[in-house]
């Protein structure tokens, strides 16, 4: 089973709607969750940093959500764009020694938005 | 502003042959990654080095190793290439380590590798 789950694995939606995307980890203990915009063949873009005492972070029309009990987190995007269209990751940094520099990445949920 | 460099971006190998990968990281980051993402994977973790000394290994077959040289460039080296190799190698940097956060990771464009 995988350590980070996303869902959906893929979303339409058209241009201008809002959207959230959804991300349950079982990494533990976790040090930060970080959501990437990753661009088919092209490497992942990072969107948001957010450790486990953080509850929200904002970028642009990013928002993403840190619920630790529950061990979940959400990526709200707003008045989606065309250029929106991407693969959305969730990647999770275990906070143990010998993973530091590991980073645990979901599968990542495939957005279009269409015209 | 100066990104993660991989070169080079695309390789064709035959089975059994040896390939390299190149990765230059951002000026002053002192922390690489690898990353191996097949087709319609997500990227596996495979290794990564701090201040030129391996910090973590992940899931690195015996045929690869790698190596963070003195002006922080790091190499990864694949040897008796097998038709499974063939995927998108990643390579990132960041300033600290990735349990650190506020660390932004840096991700380059892939190097492209095909095993045929």
């Known amino acids: 089973k995988n350590q980070v789950e996303q869902s959906p694995q893929s979303l339409i939606i058209l241009e201008g709607k809002n959207c959230t995307l959804q991300?349950?980890?079982?990494?533990?203990?976790?040090?930060?969750l970080r959501w990437y915009k990753q661009d088919t063949g092209r490497g992942p873009v990072s969107l948001t940093i957010?450790?486990?005492?953080?509850n929200t972070k904002s970028n642009g029309r990013y928002t993403a959500t840190l619920d630790a009990d529950t061990k979940q987190s959400s990526l709200h995007i707003t008045a989606s764009q065309l250029s929106d269209s991407a693969s959305y990751i969730c990647?999770?940094?275990?906070?143990?020694?010998?993973?530091?520099?590991?980073?645990?990445f979901g599968a990542g949920t495939r957005l279009a938005v269409h015209p | 502003a100066a990104g993660v460099i991989q070169s080079p971006r695309h390789l064709i190998k035959e089975k059994r042959e040896t390939a390299t990968l190149k990765c230059y990281p951002i000026?002053?980051?002192?922390?690489v990654y690898w990353y191996q993402q097949g087709p319609g994977q997500d990227p596996q973790f495979l290794i990564s080095?701090?201040?030129?000394?391996?910090?973590d290994k992940g899931s690195i077959p015996d045929r690869f190793s790698a190596q963070q040289f003195s002006d922080y460039h790091s190499e990864l080296n694949m040897s008796s290439l097998e038709l499974g190799d063939s995927a998108l190698y990643f390579c990132?940097?960041?300033?600290?380590?990735?349990?650190?956060?506020?660390?932004?990771?840096?991700f380059g464009e892939g190097s492209w590798l095909t095993v045929v």
């Open positions: 000026p002053r980051h002192d922390t």
């Open positions: 957010m450790t486990f005492s953080e």
């Open positions: 990647v999770v940094s275990p906070a143990h020694s010998g993973g530091y520099n590991k980073l645990i």
């Open positions: 991300c349950n980890y079982t990494v533990s203990p976790f040090s930060n």
């Open positions: 080095f701090y201040e030129k000394m391996q910090s």
């Open positions: 990132a940097s960041s300033l600290g380590s990735a349990g650190s956060s506020g660390n932004t990771i840096y």
